[in-house]
């Protein structure tokens, strides 16, 4: 699924400036969010927290 994140945004109600945010390091996703997200990719939410915990054991 090739989305943009303005794409996602609009499709979530997810802002823009939330995943500027993640991207950047400058916060992380709530629980809701992830929720979101996982529904909207049809996975669950552990598979956005299993990569957070694969990138903080490098």
């Not at 823009?16 to 709530?30: V, Y």
């Not at 049809?42 to 990138?55: P, R, T």
């Amino acid at each position: 699924m090739n989305k943009t994140p303005y794409q996602v945004s609009k499709e979530t109600g997810i802002s823009q400036t939330a995943f500027s945010n993640w991207k950047s390091g400058r916060s992380e996703p709530g629980l809701e969010s992830l929720k979101r997200l996982a529904d909207y990719f049809g996975v669950s939410i552990e598979y956005f927290l299993e990569d957070a915990q694969s990138k903080e054991g490098r």
